[in-house]
């Protein structure tokens, strides 16, 4: 990257805020993945005038542009493959208003999530959207993946809050989309289009954020049921009797052996499957209510044994078994490569039976865990990747997990989205005229390729 | 339209099903405003691939393709003001698969909303979304539209319910977008970007929607408040206590009184505003413990009176007021131009006051609903088209309507879509950035521009 171009986004932001030495590359070079390549230069704007400028320069040298929040995402959609310009937007970490009238928050996109929620809390409101990397993951770079979590059963995903984005678009001009109504249908939905977009249509400097009312009671039930068949027909029989759980969360007989040999938590795990369910709301009978009901459909639908958390205590104590999940995986193996499909509902025997098929192919653990009112299911390969043919039969696994998961009505991605890894596998997933299509949204909104660069389409 | 090409278009369909009198294509004309064109000829394709098939002809002689479902359009979306081809959707008319299991119906796109509806509800599922045309307008226009109703406060719009689509592009290609898991960030949101389009992206031929378990039981309250401030206040000190209702409906004193003299239901007309609310849901006491919390607050919040209804025949008759504005204004004036801002709710006494105000400066009644949990309000002028300084006062009070909305940070519309009518204030409510975007997303879809030209975009 020669000094003249560097000079000129120096001039933009700052000498501190333009880093290049190798040191300083590196720490931008990775993200959740095992993937990394380093940029060119990383510049650390303050504002969405800065990134811009940036942008300005980057069409104008033709020099590819990466946007980054935490580097927590799972999909290597922030590393920069073909190196340019990383955009750490972590010094926008403002929130700019919130509203209680309107029950909207406004918020610069380096905002850590759990700040956000924090703040929003303690003043009674909610922002329901709870990915596993949320107390390190930015709002911005949840809204470019359109992040999930288990919350998201009851409360929608990231998108579902997405009321208006300030853009960065690939020239440079400075997009603002929506606002605080609620329902809007002036034109094209471009936060939906945008949101999930990783970074390929333009940069998302701040976000209009809808908020509800925080939930100010909640309880949990731990179901444990001999038969995966029976707890995944469990699941479909409190949705349809109108309980809509604040999660529904699922753990096969792998993932409950792997926490119990971590945690002694006493888990029982000569079962085939959990289920965590939890109800949440703003009156106390009622949340009691339904998750009575829960646990009854549980017993009805053949659960072995249903726990009801008593006092806060014992829900903290369900809850630890599913958070320290990634802990506990971690006690099994070196590695760990996470995967995040999804299927219809009533599909999960059938593509947990083709996991475990993988699984025993090839002789690497699987674990099964995931939001099962969802759909959305997260197989583990445990492996040690120090040993090259285990990383090569990992690598294999993957390509047929994401077979089983098509082959079931599925598809790649429920929360993680496509970023680099995920590419190979998108025309099977979606079809050569879909991938048209959206290759034709990108050709128009960035002619000159520069946003994200080698992401989400194939190669 | 010359005869080898209609010789083409039966070739595709049959004869039967192309029509080209001047008697046919007036039926074809015109929608729910005062706007009317006619087509060159009506086609009433049968299947996606004959839909693809008359697509294909129009693209290689470029003549206009003007989907169009029951015309009940609001917007003057489905009138095909340059002529070409009105592609009438309503033979398609069939549910074609509902999912118990994985809670889903695929459809045509010709199927009347309220009779999939009534399919689902069958068999203990619910599709809410509810727009007052629910009895005569089609799945693909609701969704081309993105159209709303009063339940859409509690469930969400018709895009919030959107799993999948079939899309005949411009060039005739089939796409199909989504499936049926619930989660999918595998590539742009293809579903988000055709919802909302009004036929100008691609045609929607079939649509995969998601159900909800149908809510067993439902409460409802009539709430008179002397002062609108403190209604407005109401709705959001409802929501703000995490009350989420299904329905949230405002009518302001203009609305009151026009229903009052129509229908003699022993409406207090000396208030400001009315709000009626309703609960509902899977659980009895649930249900009722909601609006017996939303009638103490409209209490605690100044309301002169509440009722509660005791029996499903008092609810009926709360619910009669309500539905009876639109035969009710009819009796006021030959004529009534119904609006569908949208504002942020905190601004709904500002807007409204300016709104009064506009008609006031004009001579002519505006009676005010809607939708007040959303901020989504119907001002309805009044007047009489035969007087054409009547006609003239209407067409300017609508820019005025538009530009207290946009004023109040709110926007053009909630749940109508823009059509041909909302064209000339779209660049003040979007801005030139958004305007040029939303352009370039259609020029790559649309290069021809044949899709539903001349809706939209400005001029």
Known sequence: MDSHFIGQLIEAVGKKYVLHTPEDLAVYSYDGTFAESLPDVVVLPATTEQVSQIVKLAATARVPVVPRGMGSGMAAGSIPFKGGIVISL?????????????ATVRTEAGVVTADLQAAVEKIGFFYPPDPSSIRHSTIGGNIACNAGGPRCLKYGVTGDYVLGLTVVLADGRILKTGGKPIKDVTGYDLNGLFTGSEGTLGL???????LVAKPRYARTALAEFASLVDASRTVNAILLAGILPAALELMDQTAIVCIEEALHLGLNTDVEASLIIETDGADEQTVLREIEAAARICQESGAQSVKLAGDESERASLWKARRSMSPSLARKAPNKLGEDITVPRSAIPEVIKRLRAISAKHGLPVV??????????????L????????WQK?????AE?????LAVGGTLSGEHGVGMLKRPYMERALGSISIDVQRHIKQALDPLNILNPGKIFPA
Chains 1, 2 share one sequence.
């Open 90 to 102: 972590t010094r926008m970490n403002h929130i700019l208003e919130i509203d209680t009238e309107n």
């Open 204 to 210: 998302i400097t701040e976000a209009l954020l809808r």
């Open 368 to 381: 099964i865990f995931g939001h099962a009112g969802d759909g959305n299911l997260h197989p583990n390969i």
């Open 383 to 390: 492996f040690d990747k120090r040993q090259p043919e285990q």
């Open 394 to 398: 990992a690598e294999q696994m993957v």
């Open 401 to 405: 997990i994401f077979e089983a998961a």
